[in-house]
């Protein structure tokens, strides 16, 4: 982390509230210092439209007033940093603008008006687009003075509890936001971590760095980066629309789903009202008895149901070619279809414990089946109506089921699990590494030794990075373009793109290597004792080793999670610098088991 600027105290902590003015420039030089953090678990979506982006930029050049920026000065690394409560989508427009990615009047602002542009400009980091805005007024943008509010606090509920109160008059946020703003319990805490998987803005830390943001924000523009807002799920299939999804009714439809699943045999009804308690911001009995029950039954073991079915869906759309909404012949948003669908599988899957034995037979089935299906409009969803059509789904379905084989149908949902691990390397790229295959691109096919060998030693440098990591290794998925179609030309296979990922797998060089990818597999995981690690470790890496199959390719995971102590790849220890791998001294070693100690 850069060097603290000279006018941020870095002294502890300061009760009263600070007021400063900044200028742009000034805002910029912190972003690049990475001073800016953002707390997933209260602050909403990075969801503001390059329109928004303009005309907030356009304020700016105008001379016009803007809003106040609100601040959470703390601490990270034994550097002073600052945690956004209010003011993220601001913050993001003028940093997003300097840096070229969007511009005004058709113009893009001068890289050469500020020494920090400059640098970057120079360092070949950032790239000066065309038109360019004119010096002056870029000028103007650089000079303009933001107001600041800071505010020290002595622990995380007071800050929940201000950006609460700040958004409380609602015009800031939707009635789902405010309620999951700050609600730290099980409930809320479950609901949106199911809701970013689905949204794929998941993080693998609720606190990012502002410069992050980006890679999991939501556009309906043609940036290089982030997620377009027709690829999600729910606007994708016509469940919900753009603006919905804009004001998180994804996560009420969540709400509702996971309230159902944790309150069996109960079938609770829906409304705004009831949400409103599950989640704190009204008093009632409805949050005890959702938080008791999520504990009974693990929010873990609903969460992996929750993906599984999610999975289920998604592969009969898959297999339907048709969106969700054409699939049951309705023209129209349909959030409670959705949910009576939903339900219906979770019950045969995990209350009848059944599972699907004719796909095929199932798109056909579903097919028109709004017809069967009479939902009561309006803000209260009985549960009566609920029940009533959640039988008549599992009566037309039901004969596309079977008993179920496994004893826990939840354990081989990998399918949105797989494409959470590929978005969260995005801003956590110490803990995640990608390799095309087990064998060189030469044409011999033949096993890369120390290639599997550099896996190991990733891994162990991944446990290395603190004592909470997790570290994970991708074999399937290619680094670049070229390896893709290189992967392509020696067995022809094509790979299946997914965010700009290139998953190759390794079914083609698996089959070559032993006959088959079930025999290479139990092959690979016996190669794991020959390393030169504690057995303990082996015994972990083997355990978690998965064999993944997404669309068709086979992908091969390895995952490492850090031990009580630091974990030595044959007697040395290494960690992971970006993407490089690199020993640790001697005179350093002080310092790593102080980290684990």
């Known amino acids: 982390m850069a060097k603290l600027p000279d006018n941020i105290p870095a002294s502890s902590v300061q009760r009263e509230l600070s007021i400063r003015s900044e200028s742009i420039q000034r805002i910029y030089n912190f972003y690049i210092n990475h001073l800016f953090y953002v707390n997933r678990r209260y602050q909403r979506k990075l969801v503001w439209t390059i329109e928004e982006k303009r005309a907030f930029i356009d304020s700016i050049l105008q001379g016009f007033p803007v809003p106040i920026i609100l601040l959470a000065e703390s601490e990270r690394e034994k550097f002073s940093v600052f945690e956004i409560i209010d003011g993220m989508q601001r913050l993001n427009a003028i940093t997003s603008f300097i840096e070229g990615e969007f511009e005004i009047n058709e113009k893009y602002f001068d890289l050469e008006t500020m020494v920090e542009s400059k640098s970057l400009l120079d360092q070949d980091i950032l790239k000066q687009k065309k038109p360019i805005l004119e010096r002056n007024l870029c000028e103007i943008i650089a000079s303009y003075v933001l107001p600041i509010s800071i505010y020290s606090f002595d622990n995380d509920e007071k800050v929940d509890e201000v950006f609460r109160r700040i958004n409380s008059n609602g015009k800031h946020l939707s009635r789902q936001e405010l309620r999951a703003a700050g609600a730290t319990d099980d409930f809320p805490d479950l609901v949106r971590k199911i809701s970013n998987e689905i949204r794929t803005d998941t993080s693998a830390s609720d606190v990012l760095l502002l410069n992050n943001m980006k890679y999991i924000s939501i556009t309906n523009a043609n940036l290089e980066y982030g997620i377009k807002v027709n690829n999600i799920f729910w606007v994708k299939n016509n469940v919900l629309t753009k603006e919905m999804v804009r004001e998180s009714k994804d996560e009420e439809v969540v709400a509702e789903i996971v309230a159902y699943m944790a309150l069996q045999p109960e079938v609770p009804r829906s409304s705004s009202e009831v949400l409103d308690e599950y989640y704190g911001l009204i008093p009632g009995p409805r949050g005890i008895d959702i938080e008791t029950a999520l504990r009974r039954k693990n929010p873990d073991v609903i969460k992996g149901q929750f993906v599984k079915v999610y999975d289920e869906m998604r592969r009969i759309l898959d297999e339907s070619g048709r969106k969700f909404n054409e699939l049951l012949s309705n023209q129209n948003a349909v959030p409670r279809y959705f949910q009576v669908i939903f339900l219906s599988f979770y019950e045969l899957m995990f209350i009848e414990r059944m599972q699907i034995a004719n796909r095929r037979g199932l798109v056909d089935s579903l097919m028109n089946i709004s017809q069967n299906i009479d939902i009561t409009r309006g803000g209260n969803w009985s549960s009566s109506n609920k029940t009533k059509n959640i039988k008549a789904v599992k009566g037309i379905v039901r004969d596309c089921f079977k008993p179920s084989e496994r004893e826990d149908p939840a354990l081989d949902s990998w399918l949105t699990e797989f494409e959470t691990l590929l978005t ?57 373009d070229n390896d893709a179609k290189r992967v392509e030309s020696i067995y022809g296979s094509q790979c299946v793109e997914y965010k700009g990922f290139k998953i190759t797998g390794i079914d083609h060089e698996a089959t070559r290597l032993k006959g088959s990818v079930d025999k290479f597999f139990g ?52 960690e992971r610098i970006g993407a490089n791998v690199e020993e640790i001294k001697f005179s350093e070693y002080n310092e790593l088991f102080r980290r684990f100690s």
């Open 523 to 574: 092959w690979l995981k016996q190669k794991i004792e020959s390393q030169p690690i504690q057995q303990s470790v082996k015994s972990s890496i083997g355990r978690n080793i998965k064999l993944i199959d997404y669309h068709g390719r086979e992908v091969v995971l390895f995952k490492l999670s850090a031990g009580r102590d630091p974990t030595a790849y044959d007697s040395k220890y290494y």
């Open 424 to 480: 969260q390397s995005k801003t956590e790229q110490a803990l995640y590494d990608f390799k095309q295959g087990f064998t060189k691109l030469d044409g011999r096919t033949e096993f890369d030794q120390d290639n599997f060998d550099k896996i190991i030693k990733t891994l162990t440098a991944m446990a290395n990075h603190s004592p909470n990591s997790t570290g994970y290794v991708c074999v399937g998925v290619a680094d670049n």
